[in-house]
């Protein structure tokens, strides 16, 4: 099998080569924007919609990378399309953008870029089988013990690469349940967002979502207002409290990678009747004839694919 | 000029391969823990402490290093020894670790080191020209317009690299001097720390300085406490606020690099009479004597070096 | 130059003789509410939108004026028309209320009201040339250090004279930038407003503006909600923090003298393409046509003549 | 009688003319600074603590008075001095000092001092009958619904006239009993500080009041600390809320004119067993001491004095 | 006059026998979750309703009753039918449901279920004879001096008997007037919510009232909703704070008891102009219209034959 | 075996009689204090120091229980000399005290008392079985996902029975482990206490717990101070965090039934070295010495014993 074709900083190199020095501020300081951008059918999904909030994100970081959102979007695209070749047809990938500060200096000043900024491309298998069983069994949303980070501190709506609170609120949930998936609330006690998902559910035949005061301003998010929409649910952004999880209709997280992972499972309680909703259904359909393929088929295949 | 040797997860390389893969956790998700030594006169100061602190790091953020700490000290010493030969007599160097969860697999469950943790432990040349002027004249320290993270969010006791909340707070202080050096307060108003420093100031003939409870527990704080009782200074942990630092008599930075730099302006106004202070300048001598060799001399000996 | 005739609790009195007590409770208290009302070709602007919220922060703060709204705006009235003809045809003036609760006496219940209430109404001219180059270049907004006031401590809807707060938070903002115009955020981090001003932001083609909750609820704040339905632009009021003033597309604030002032850099970045924005520029526009004047024209006409 | 001879700005000026611009910063912005000082036997108490507080105050808000500590002093003698005379032997005064930034110009920037700072110094009669009968019976202790203003909004050690929120809080109080005396909470529900004054309790043989964090650095209050000692009675500062002063043996407020007022109901219930308690009088005793004079005796003579 | 017929876990008991166990959840640990409905006419209201949040409160609380939803509607109305010859034709009743975790064993551990659920269901006089002149004269509404428990401590919207932190609030409240009734406000100053009623206010036209962030989603708040609607006077949930309650134009209470209780007076000002307004009285008229009686007659009826 | 007498408002009754109505404000509203004392060889232990802190908890809940607190121990005593025949000689039992408002009217003002106080005094068999294995190998504390009731709320300090946020907090920590011992945080994230325990660890060589500010003021938490004293243990209340719990050497637990309960893991990493530690165990033995018996030894015999 060949191997990837990795864009860093103006150069394609294969995977095995796809390295940056340790003394770059992406492992010294985390100080990384990111994005992560799936293809359907090979065809990247809202490209666009991803580079322009990149582009917010090195604004607020104040990270110079050293090209136009135009280039960006040209760059991405050629990495996706020398990468394709490796996917077969009925899987999809990845597109994931790292770009660093560059080269750290030790004790200098961090918020100084003393080299160009650094770019790290990448495509990347789209493995669904972790969660491919949560489209038909939903998954089992668990509250962290810890809080998210606040905005005054750290904006959620920067994506960036400096995790830790993240990773280590999700350890707190993997203690209840190894296959849990984790539900940060923000300091004031209202739901925030999962480590890198948002989160919805259904109440009173209303889709509900916190706002994105304390949670990225996800792209899969975005979609779900359009779908909504389009199949006439109302939905609104409202502050939330794990009350209204505990009592909610349906929960569902959704990203990039799933799209929608419905959850039955609510900190040990059966969310509505346990089975997963008509509303993430029927969202899981109306996305899929979006992008014009079965989204939860593809996951499904991947399962039976590495089951035989 | 022989290249620095690195230690990276069981090997020694040259500077120039000291690299890990982009799909490290190091860089995925800023998942590294970590220390900064440095040595006087060629010894590393308190390198025990240091590992103690990087194990408790590694214990609270459940990464499983694959060294017991006497290990890790032993490797430490054989970085330093064969780095040591690239110092000149008359220099010091910074003896720097970073440990991260490994290989991170794009979707996956982040909390699983699914590969042996990356070391990373490395010299650098202890460049003190930046900080070698403050000794005489003092720094210019500035408050931070956003908070620190608190610690139901992320302790900022795990010395850790997801440090992109710190490097933007920094941005923010640079906007009132490109020179000055942030102070962060928490989110209740209170002083909280540095980005890689901890704060004190000296007040009705007292040292003063934030607890541990939103700061990190430095090990040159604690050289600080030691040097007080031996001078016979009183010194007290408490919650303080920018009013104690616009009253102060004398403000000081501790870190490991310049273990002590005096601030002699808070957000633009003098502090005390604009002079380094006595109580800064005897915790100098006195941290001078305990290493052997003349802290302050050193900062101003490359700064001249620097200039001829 | 004749000299302004000013109002003071029942005495008009020319400007040299414009004195209190200093043992009213203005001065021993910052006890006093207040309201700053302007003309357009001398016509003042919602005298009567003032008048009412003037007696909501009497009643809230318990001060007995000794007058009905109704007597009150005939006075106000009054002094206007005494002061215009001191205004050449092309200028406007301030018509500021200032309404103490009387006479302080040391140590005494400071609630109780021992004297009538001081009035104090008086014109002052508006000069708008430090303002003027703002409505072509923008201005330079900028996050201070401090928080806002909370509500439960003092409602910021009650305009009132115990300022200090703001004043030391501009004092913050000016270390940015002389010329900078601050905006305080609460103390969870949300946008709360300017010293004497509201502020607005344009994103997704959208006008959005912090809530009253914590923020006063302005007069020209309520016209820009007019101005945007004639304009059939959306308006909205939402939590706002910093992110959304770094990515927005348009910034401005709105006061009495100014009516809008845009601004066209954040915390050192440009905003938007740092060019003053359409929507900005269409309100002041719809603002002048509602009053039947160039307002944009009367700044620069004032700066011209200054240079001269 | 002879008129009080007032101090404004470099002139002494009988009562009757001590008047300010109703266009000074005083009035227009509550941008004052003050000190309140009195004296025992005619002599000012601690004054040299008052002026090194005051110019603390001065610092933190950035006026300018135009005087050295020394100086102002002197001023501060003299004032004392020139009214004197109209005191009776067995009464005494307070002087009072109030520090405006100077006169403040429409609609600019107000942490710019125009003018010199207007400096008003004048003494006022020790007026004790309203705290007399306390020294015997206690008063009765209230919380206020507000909350006090968060330091990072406004420190309250700088000693202020923007005082409208600790105005209103008191007018709350007093809904429960006209002669309450108010009881600040802070924005956590810890106890605070008095409008005017420092809150202490006595509970398991020891004395306890908040820390400064968030109240008045008050003089009197460290002279507790100093009797304290003298008495042998421990003494603590730390968190407090109502639970500790609803149980507490004792509470007393500590404040320039009165020095310690007992307080022998809360909340409308009675304190320890209802009568002022031995730890307060040991410590009004030791002030009369400290001073040369009784305290007390004082106050219930001018009580006596006013029902003949 | 015959006794009530209660029901206690399976048995209809004389309310003289109406007791449990002093080792009962209910009475160790408060652990009781409730529901509180009335008749109109000797019919319950929004019965159904009723139990629908209970089960919410049970899920949320992890009791299991042992009975369906169904199962427990049958039952009180078998409650409910019992004891309606009990009644007057012109009076009616309330229909309580208190439900605990049955018993409780000392030092086990409290989430374990290890008997049935306790069952309590009853009736009770609707005794409106406290309220009734409030419907003419308005109510004194007060805030309290302690802060709601927040939602991340114990969700309001959990309808429980744990009432404590209530109680005590309501205890401060009648410092003021013993007939007051309270408004609690949460940790950050927003109005919550009365111990057993919710908070509205009619201010521009327009009625508001808290999210249920912070309050009881209470069945008579929903009814105004659609009152409001049916009446067509705009309302909206929103931030509010005591700035609001000052200067409403109306203020209301509703409850399951009295529907709509006006408030006149708020911390002693009045209310608009002080009498019942007609905001109030149209939506009290909208409900007597949607139960068949009306509600103010039966609650004047109560009073008058009280008098008599 | 002969069944317990129970007292209850005056009355000795046999265990199956003691039962209050549902209508109590115990039940109605959980406005219970509570105490529960424990004996050691058939000895109450600071049974005095309980009715003192039952009597604090009364005043501040502004219950009258009828009986001075001498009268009170009076009854306690006799209640458990009623019951000690029911003890074999090798165990010991609780002595409860539960005191209600009384008889609870619906509708009425909650906060007047309309009955007697109801007391329930009782013993209960001290069942030391579930925790006896945790003397030897420690237990499991996790953190619960909720956070504790701030005191602006309700004191954690006033002993009462509105424990329900206790309960389903504790029912958050069951879903990591059924035998999990809950650690709450307060809403600042800082450790506060067990539902029915307070919390201690040792670190450097130093006891440390936090403060009452947000925790119960433990009668065995004062012990533990006592015997840290005798034992000549440094020990201090201090702010905590997770990260000081994580990093401990020991934590333990100290509530009145098992004086002291080690804690081994927490959040499921070991504590220290995994086993129970040397300062638990030499406070266990004091505490054994102090009351004369092997406090430990008991409980192990009952685990014997039940097993065979």
């Known amino acids: 099998m060949p191997a990837r074709q990795i864009y860093i900083s103006g150069d394609m190199v294969p995977e095995s080569e796809a390295k940056i020095s340790i003394f770059d501020s992406a492992v010294m300081l985390g100080d990384t924007v990111t994005e992560s951008t799936r293809t359907f059918r090979h065809q990247p999904f809202k490209l666009e919609q991803h580079i322009e909030r990149l582009y917010k994100s090195l604004k607020v970081t104040r990270i110079d990378p050293g090209h136009s959102p135009e280039e960006m979007l040209q760059i991405s695209r050629d990495v996706l399309e020398a990468n394709l070749p490796l996917l077969g047809p009925e899987n999809d990938c990845w597109l994931v953008h790292n770009i660093s500060r560059g080269i750290s200096v030790a004790g200098a000043d961090p918020t100084k870029?003393?080299?160009?900024?650094?770019?790290?491309?990448?495509?990347s298998f789209l493995d669904l089988r972790d969660w491919a069983e949560f489209y038909s069994t939903g998954c089992h949303a668990v509250t962290a013990m810890s809080r998210a980070v606040p905005a005054q501190a750290l904006d959620p709506r920067i994506k960036n690469r400096s995790r830790m609170a993240y990773t280590l609120a999700e350890a707190e949930v993997k203690l209840v349940d190894p296959a849990a998936q984790g539900i940060l609330l923000d300091i004031h006690g209202n739901v925030a967002e999962n480590k890198g998902a948002n989160v919805f559910l259904v109440s009173e035949g209303e889709i509900r979502t916190p706002t994105t005061a304390n949670a990225l301003a996800g792209i899969s998010r975005a979609t779900i207002f359009e779908l909504a929409k389009t199949c006439g649910i109302p939905i609104r952004e409202m502050d939330l409290q794990t009350y209204d999880l505990y009592t909610a209709d349906e929960i569902f997280f959704t990203s990039t990678p799933y799209c929608i992972m419905p959850a039955?499972?609510?900190?040990?309680?059966v969310v509505g009747d346990g089975a997963v909703g008509p509303v993430a259904q029927r969202l899981l359909a109306a996305w899929s004839e979006l992008v014009g393929m079965d989204i939860v088929g593809q996951g499904r295949q991947q399962l039976a694919a590495s089951r035989r």
Chains 1, 2, 3, 4, 5, 6 share one sequence.
């Open 264 to 269: 039955t499972q609510f900190n040990g309680l």
């Open 113 to 123: 870029q003393v080299s160009p900024a650094t770019i790290m491309i990448f495509t």
